[in-house]
Structures are given as structure tokens and as C-alpha cells.
């Protein structure tokens, strides 16, 4: 099967940037598409962006211009830089892999998720 490592979460204040990271593992040949959903108290899970195997990226329009997403194919991993943080970003963000294909076939997973907390 397929884990997911994230990292890089925490607290900062407004204004401030934090890089996120997650790791895919487990007998891996592909991923089609790798990418950033959050959900904040209270409230449904949302996009935040996404980036295929080719490198086509889609933002939500809260985060353009702010936050970037890349990803390293060779290492099955994706990053989410976040510059000028606001408090409604405060959120828990998780990784999501999309049409993984491996020796199991073929799957999505979510990450457990990292919290976000942005001061003002």
C-alpha cells in the first residue's frame, strides 16, 4: 500500500511563511496528480491547490499569489510553500495523492494531516 509522511506545519504570525512537505512511499510507479486540501474548524474541506505528474498546477483563488506547490517526482513528494500567512489560513492541511499506481493497482490516499495556526 501507499503511506504519507507530512511535515512542516505549526504556528506563525501573520505575515509569516511555512513550507509543508509530504512524502508518498510504498512500492510506487506513478502519481497522476499530488495536492493541498485544508479544513477549518467548523467548516468542509476545501482545495487549496494541486499539481499533476507534468506539472500543471490549479489554486484555489484564496491562496494565488501567496502559496506555491511543487512536487519531486523522483522522490513521490509534494511541498507547499505559504508566504503572507493570514489567520483564516489557520487550518488542518492534508496532503492528498490521486490515481497512484503501484504493484496494489491503483488508489488515492489522504494524509493524516498538519495543523496551520496563523496569529494575528
Known amino acids: 500500500q501507499v503511506q504519507l509522511v507530512e511535515s512542516g506545519g505549526g504556528l506563525v504570525q501573520a505575515g509569516g511563511s511555512l513550507r509543508l512537505s509530504c512524502a508518498a512511499s510504498?512500492?510506487?510507479?506513478?502519481?497522476?496528480?499530488m495536492g493541498w486540501y485544508r479544513q477549518a474548524p467548523g467548516k468542509q474541506r476545501e482545495l487549496v491547490a494541486t499539481?499533476?505528474?507534468?506539472?500543471?498546477?490549479n489554486y484555489s483563488d484564496s491562496v494565488k499569489g501567496r502559496f506555491t506547490i511543487s512536487r519531486d517526482n523522483a522522490r513521490n513528494s509534494v511541498y507547499l510553500q505559504m508566504n503572507s500567512l493570514k489567520p483564516e489560513d489557520t487550518a488542518v492541511y492534508y496532503c492528498?495523492?490521486?490515481?497512484?499506481?503501484?504493484?496494489?493497482?491503483?488508489?488515492?490516499?489522504w494524509g493524516q494531516g498538519t495543523q496551520v495556526t496563523v496569529s494575528s
Open positions: 499539481i499533476t505528474s507534468g506539472g500543471s498546477t
Open positions: 492528498n495523492v490521486d490515481r497512484v499506481r503501484g504493484r496494489f493497482g491503483t488508489l488515492s490516499k
Open positions: 510504498g512500492n510506487i510507479f506513478t502519481i497522476d496528480a
